[in-house]
């Protein structure tokens, strides 16, 4: 079981603005900056958000991310069919010294 | 552009070891930490290792702390993880991936595709 809390799974309809929530502890989300992963089926991680709230080139502005004390969301506006992936939060952990991920949210889009 | 590119993941009897490879290319590599990030079959992310540009800092994950080795040859660019004692939990897709910084608490931009080990008599 990961420190680094999401839901397991979700679903939405196209069109709809979607949320998904990370939460940690003041020794993870609460002190670091957190980073947002979607992973197709069948391929690797793809970086979406970076240090809470960054959108790297080439990531359409419908992806957003925020944080607050020690919980982030990553947030998807105007949902579509190829938005159907796995969605995964990751922070650096000071008091494990290491990285941690979320479990994972399975995201259905309807 | 900036590639990553894992080798040396196969079949490997329990308690045995294998060593993973992990090519640079795109990148001033010497200024970047890289990590380890496994990912069990229809399971989440785990991450496993993390070294630091220059070599002198390595972070481990508890699972595998003690048996499994990260080091670099900024020479040629790449990456390595010694695995040793390999349990079948070992098995998984591993991959290596770019830090975002030089070592510690970055996040990761750049993953590789993969390479998959499997732990089995």
């Known amino acids: 079981q990961s420190v680094v809390t999401q839901p397991p799974s979700a679903s939405g309809t196209p069109g709809q603005r979607f949320t998904i929530s990370c939460s940690g502890t003041?020794?993870?989300?609460?002190?670091?900056?957190v980073h947002w992963y979607q992973q197709l089926p069948g391929t690797a991680p793809k970086l979406l958000i970076s240090r809470d709230n960054q959108r790297p080139s080439g990531v359409p502005d419908r992806f957003s991310g925020s944080k607050s004390g020690s919980s982030a969301s990553l947030a998807i506006s105007g949902l579509r069919s190829e938005d159907e992936a796995d969605y995964y939060c990751s922070v650096w952990d000071d008091s494990l010294r290491g990285t941690v991920f979320g479990g994972g949210t399975q995201l259905t889009v309807l | 552009q900036v590639q990553l590119v894992e080798s040396g993941g196969g079949v490997v009897q329990p308690g045995r070891s294998l060593r993973l490879s992990c090519a640079a290319f795109?990148?001033?590599?010497?200024?970047?930490?890289i990590n380890w990030v496994r990912q069990a079959p229809g399971k989440g992310l785990e991450w496993v290792a993390l070294?630091?540009?220059?070599?002198?800092?390595?972070y481990y994950a508890d699972s595998v702390k003690g048996r499994f080795t990260i080091s670099r040859d900024n020479s040629k660019n790449t990456v390595y993880l010694q695995m040793n004692r390999l349990r079948g939990e070992d098995t998984a897709m591993y991959f290596c991936a770019k830090g975002d910084g030089s070592g510690s608490g970055y996040g990761i931009d750049v993953w590789g595709q993969g390479t998959t080990v499997t732990v089995s008599s």
């Open positions: 070294i630091s540009y220059d070599g002198t800092d390595q």
């Open positions: 003041s020794s993870n989300v609460g002190s670091n900056y």
């Open positions: 795109g990148f001033t590599f010497s200024d970047f930490g």
